[in-house]
């Protein structure tokens, strides 16, 4: 299990942060996913043996929004 922040761009409101999560957390492998609208950033919390980061960047680009880059990572 992996946690990473991804940088999001095209949030205009909270219910933007709450699709976000909803996209994400359909993917399998994705455990959680937790987007903020205030800091226009999403931490997913993922299997990396189950998606890929493109697959969740793909999916955040699905939904409407630009998802930029890995801005930190966190392995526990
Ligand atoms: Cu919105």
Same mark, same amino acid.
């Given at each position: *299990?992996?946690?990473?922040?991804? #940088?999001? #761009?095209? *949030?205009?409101?909270?219910?933007?942060? *709450?699709?976000?999560?909803?996209?994400?957390?359909?993917? #399998?492998?994705? +455990?959680?996913?937790?987007?903020?609208?205030?800091?226009?950033?999403?931490?997913?919390?993922?299997?990396?043996? +189950?998606?890929?980061?493109?697959?969740?960047?793909?999916?955040? +680009?699905?939904?409407?929004?630009?998802?930029?880059?890995?801005?930190?990572?966190?392995?526990?």
């Amino acid at each position: *299990m992996i946690k990473k922040r991804f #940088q999001i #761009q095209g *949030m205009h409101c909270a219910s933007c942060a *709450m699709l976000i999560d909803g996209a994400l957390e359909d993917l #399998q492998g994705v +455990k959680s996913a937790s987007a903020s609208y205030a800091r226009q950033v999403v931490d997913v919390e993922y299997d990396e043996a +189950k998606v890929s980061e493109e697959a969740i960047l793909s999916a955040v +680009k699905d939904a409407g929004y630009t998802a930029i880059a890995s801005l930190s990572d966190q392995r526990g």
